[in-house]
């Protein structure tokens, strides 16, 4: 995109504002289904602002624009934004201003501001709205600029959904069904209105390519004991899929009926909904005369905890992964003294070894692949104009990941290319140290993430070191690479820590314009103990396979313990490997997990 068309779209949205009378508009990342990677229909922030990263809100006053994103885009928005006419709000920062706090300022009393309802969660629209009618001013929340200003508009994606078989999915539609009904009479629930695309993929057993990297279909779905509808596209489905349903007892409907269908819902009906994950259009389509029960989704909580089958297929898609991740450093290695090597043909030959295995689908989110200074760009995407060639020395972090039709992979490596300095070293060894004190965690049933997270900054903080992103999210089976509800982080989330969740390890650290370091693995909360007195306890299963660069250990900073625990999981990555490799592949990874 180039940042000169930025200030004419600018120039659009306001005459727009203008003939609505509009002083503000606030344009989130999301789509109608709240989610991270919206289709190219709805990534009208990152068409308006030209700033590319997953999260950001973007505002636009009559004399002012900015964009307000956290720490893991501070420096990529900073330079996408340059010259673009929109500044950059840097959210956590002490001088940074509120959003709503700034429009409040901007527009003035008696002002109106603007926002497209169907792509804003209604959690935040209801206090946004309050926050402005406090200070005189009105929220108008039926505005779509983008179908007036944007000639080139994408359409709503066509592509043909295909639907997981229950040897994959390891629960039929039909069950599913029946256990989020139980789990509606507990909420004393009449129905649920599934709004993310990842919560109706995993209740109707329906994947899709609407959306980079997540392997979901746009559709809505609605889940009640007098009938269960799957809001889609006809187009998208053929004729075999449409039967199926059936007989598994779902009615397909148009994508846009839902709103009539929740309009007319029988009066007093007790409808379940999550406020932040559902639009604010949506919710207020629902008729008045029915009870709203706010809660988490009881549907994100099920689909959380995977069952046999399921970890099963994460366990495959592993030894797939960790295949081809042995091929791809061995290249690597060898190509790096060449000078063949920059941040894009990693990300390049990462597609192509991950293509070569069975089941393999496409990526589950873009590489991330940052040499030197490009390392500490946390959510950094090389380009083929200002990629970096990876030099014989320093560091190069890469976090990658697969997604196979029977599972999803997501995985953080750090590996020394060449010369290294003593404080590279240190820097990588405590963030070694926590996220082995995280992986090697014991924790009583009804633990929470937050209360774990202190493990993985533990040795950081010991040597006054952080980092500001969360240090685990959950996964999905053959799903989103980011799910709820749980997570590992220092924000409080009431979500437990249930046997059967996967989540990631990746604590990290960076030194701007330096380099960074994020060594991640996926992680299964499993049973490790019950004791009659203290009850149950739990314990991590560490299910990624591929080897942990060790020449930038430090090993005087390690312990027994840690020196042990890093011999047993490279041990482990040689065993289940080994059968998958040639000869040459099996001694280059002989030589990698040799012990500490």
């Excluded at 589950?364 to 692949?369: H, L, R």
Aim: proline share 4%; with cysteine; aromatic share 10%.
């Amino acid at each position: 995109m180039k940042t000169n068309e930025i200030p004419g779209r600018l120039s659009a949205m306001r005459k727009f504002m203008e003939e609505k009378n509009l002083d503000a508009f606030i344009i989130p990342s999301t789509d109608a289904h709240l989610s991270e990677y919206p289709p190219m229909f709805w990534e009208s922030r990152k068409w308006i602002s030209g700033f590319t990263g997953s999260a950001g809100t973007a505002v636009v006053t009559k004399e002012k624009a900015g964009v307000w994103t956290d720490s893991r885009y501070f420096l990529q928005a900073a330079e996408e934004l340059n010259g673009t006419g929109f500044d950059l709000f840097r959210m956590g920062q002490a001088d940074t201003p509120d959003m709503t706090s700034w429009i409040i300022e901007q527009a003035g009393k008696g002002s109106t501001v603007g926002i497209d309802g169907l792509v804003y969660a209604a959690s935040e629209a209801k206090t946004l709205k309050e926050k402005l009618e406090a200070k005189g001013i009105g929220l108008e929340t039926s505005f779509d600029p983008f179908t007036e200003i944007r000639a080139d508009r994408p359409e709503i994606p066509k592509n043909k959904a295909f639907t997981l078989p229950v040897e994959i999915a390891g629960e039929s539609v039909a069950s599913k069904i029946k256990r989020i009904i139980t789990g509606l009479k507990k909420v004393e629930a009449d129905g649920i209105l599934l709004v993310t695309l990842d919560a109706v993929a995993w209740t109707f057993n329906i994947r899709g390519n609407d959306v980079e990297y997540n392997p979901v279909a746009v559709a809505y779905g609605f889940v009640s004991e007098k009938e269960t509808l799957l809001f889609i596209d006809p187009e998208k489905l053929t004729d075999e899929i449409i039967n199926a349903y059936q007989t598994e007892g779902v009615t397909i409907a148009g994508y846009d009926d839902v709103f009539e269908y929740v309009s007319n819902l029988p009066e007093k009906s007790a409808v379940c909904v999550t406020g932040n994950k559902i639009n604010y259009k949506l919710l207020q389509t629902i008729s008045a005369s029915c009870r709203i029960v706010d809660i988490p989704s009881p549907v994100d909580m099920m689909k959380s905890v995977k069952n046999e089958t399921e970890l099963k297929g994460f366990r495959n898609a592993m030894v797939k992964d960790g295949v081809a991740l042995v091929k791809f450093y061995m290249w690597l290695e060898k190509a790096i003294p060449t000078g063949e090597v920059t941040e894009v043909t990693v990300e390049e030959k990462l597609r192509e070894y991950r293509s070569q295995q069975e089941l393999f689908v496409g990526e589950s989110f873009g590489t991330i692949a940052g040499y030197a200074g490009n390392g500490a760009i946390i959510h950094y995407h090389a380009s083929p104009e200002t990629c970096l060639q990876v030099k014989p020395e320093g560091l190069l972090l890469i976090d990658s990941g697969g997604q196979y039709k029977d599972g999803t992979t997501d995985i953080t490596r750090t590996v020394a290319v060449g010369k290294l300095t003593k404080q590279m070293k240190h820097d990588y060894t405590n963030v070694l140290k926590g996220h082995i004190s995280l992986a090697t965690a014991v924790y009583p049933e009804g633990t929470r993430g937050s209360q774990l997270d202190i493990l993985a900054r533990k040795a950081l903080w010991e040597n006054n070191l952080t980092y500001w992103h969360g240090t685990g999210h959950g996964i999905g089976h053959f799903l989103n690479v980011h799910e709820g509800p749980q997570s590992i982080r220092l924000e409080e989330n009431p979500t437990l820590l249930k046997p059967g969740m996967v989540t990631s390890n990746e604590p990290g650290l960076y030194r701007a314009n330096q380099y960074g370091i994020r060594i991640e693995n996926l992680i299964v909360t499993q049973e490790q103990k019950k004791t009659e007195e203290f009850g149950t306890f739990y314990n991590f299963e560490t299910i990624t396979l591929c080897p942990i660069d060790t020449k930038p250990i430090t090993r005087k900073l390690l312990t027994k313990k840690e020196i042990k625990w890093v011999n047993r999981y490279h041990k482990m990555v040689y065993s289940k490997l080994k059968d998958h490799l040639s000869n040459e592949e099996k001694g280059w990874l002989k030589r990698k997990t040799k012990p500490l």
